[in-house]
């Protein structure tokens, strides 16, 4: 993927904290591989573990702990982890818990040649991978502006964005190709892509800061530190609670299965397209930012995003074409993707060095109980109200969501540059 040249300007004499050289092209090229590796190989193990978990359970409940077993020690353990990427390097940190995540792929590689037919010992590597996930979720979003200038940090954050959906749409096909060739090799496959993105993660430079002591605060307190941070910044808690009610309400996605067997009358392979529309409409408008980043208005721009999100929303719930719905989901994915970036970047520009970790995995607790807690408010009104009231019903709720946080959160919606976080 081809480097912009904005990544490579220099900061302002009042802003360096390292020499500009140490912002190398080669460290943004070897983290946008490491992301692409790890995600492809987490699509891939989502996809095997699914499959043989259901076939040893033959029981929907069992795919629905394989979800918990991950969920329950990521939401135990991200908040502390921000803590610790503050404290240490969040490269090491990073590249451990990629290690650990190659491991979970051994195990799930022993327990398959082992032929364990007991689903347990399964959910006890998804809890030790879950916990992992737990550490790089803040390592990784807290490392981006550390290797780019802050002038070349939108189209970064683009860049990223756009390599992550990629892994998205391509992960889960190459997932079922490896599949056929068994298990073995879906999770030897995950193994080697985890291990490489850690071996990559460890050799990245760019610039580091000097972590001093923070006195007699316990690590309580230092997690506290960094919620009430979020807090105290309405850009910033406007930014993150946004995305997690227009998420929460809007997306609609767990429903799928049931708008292709059931409304469409597509079958698996239409369920496949309609899965993959968000992630391409979303790299499509990604790699359009990493190209052309939004330069003014950013506030207004960013709630604009929401509104046509949730009118997309309103629209897949009503559609009865294949075409329209995949487009209104194409759509759906690509403003999502627009609120994402300036979210990413408004948070990136607020927050200074020594708190990155810690509001880093409040975002990710964020964007966790959105995604999570979203599938299960969109099935539970649909069991209410049925499939199509509860995907329209989100989508309002999603556009009077937008309209209160304009009046909430009057710096979020006035805010010009992307900068500007740094002082709002």
């Not at 369920?271 to 391409?280: E, H, K, W």
């Not at 993707?337 to 970790?357: N, W």
């Not at 969501?401 to 710096?411: C, E, G, N, S």
């Amino acid at each position: 993927m081809p480097l912009d040249d904005g990544l490579l300007v220099t900061l302002p004499v009042g802003m360096m904290d390292s020499p500009p050289a140490l912002y190398r092209p080669r460290d943004f090229s070897v983290f946008l591989s490491t992301r692409f590796l790890a995600t492809v190989a987490m699509q891939i193990q989502s996809v095997a573990v699914g499959w043989q978990i259901y076939d040893i359970a033959h029981s929907p409940l069992a795919l629905g702990l394989v979800g918990l077993c991950q969920f329950v020690p990521m939401f135990l353990l991200t908040l502390p982890a921000g803590d610790i990427v503050d404290r240490h390097d969040q490269r090491r940190v990073f590249a451990i818990s990629l290690i650990v995540e190659a491991a979970c792929g051994v195990l799930f590689l022993g327990l398959t040649i082992a032929h364990v037919t007991l689903a347990w010992p399964f959910y006890a590597v998804l809890i030790l991978f879950g916990a992992a996930r737990g550490f790089s979720g803040p390592s990784s979003q807290s490392l981006l502006p550390f290797l780019v200038p802050p002038e070349g940090l939108p189209r970064a954050i683009a860049w990223s964005s756009s390599t992550f959906q990629v892994a998205v749409i391509a992960g889960p096909a190459v997932g079922g190709l490896l599949y056929v060739l068994g298990p073995t090799a879906a999770y030897a496959a995950c193994a080697v892509c985890f291990l490489g993105a850690g071996i990559g993660v460890a050799t990245l430079g760019g610039r580091r800061i000097v972590r001093t002591g923070q006195g007699d605060m316990s690590a309580v307190e230092r997690v506290s530190e960094g919620v009430h941070f979020v807090r105290r910044r309405p850009v910033v808690l406007g930014a993150m609670s946004l995305d997690l009610f227009a998420v929460l309400l809007g997306g609609a996605s767990a429903l799928l299965p049931a708008f292709a067997r059931d409304i469409l009358h597509v079958g698996p392979v239409g369920l496949g397209l309609l899965r993959s529309a968000p992630a391409v409409g979303a790299a499509v408008v990604a790699i359009a930012l990493g190209r052309h980043p939004i330069a003014r208005g950013t506030g207004w721009k960013m709630f604009l995003a929401v509104a046509i999100f949730g009118a997309a929303t309103i629209v897949f719930g009503l559609s009865r074409n294949f075409y329209l719905t995949l487009v209104s989901l194409a759509i759906l994915g690509g403003s999502d993707m627009v609120s994402v970036f300036v979210r990413t970047a408004l948070i990136q520009y607020a927050t200074p060095d020594p708190m990155r970790g810690r509001v880093s995995a409040v975002s990710m607790l964020f964007i966790g109980a959105s995604n999570e807690l979203g599938g299960f408010e969109s099935g539970i009104t649909a069991a209410w109200f049925g499939t199509v009231p509860a995907v329209v019903v989100g989508g309002i709720g999603t556009l009077i969501v937008v309209a209160l946080w304009m009046w909430m959160f009057p710096p979020l919606r006035k805010i010009d540059r992307l900068r500007d976080a740094e002082t709002v």
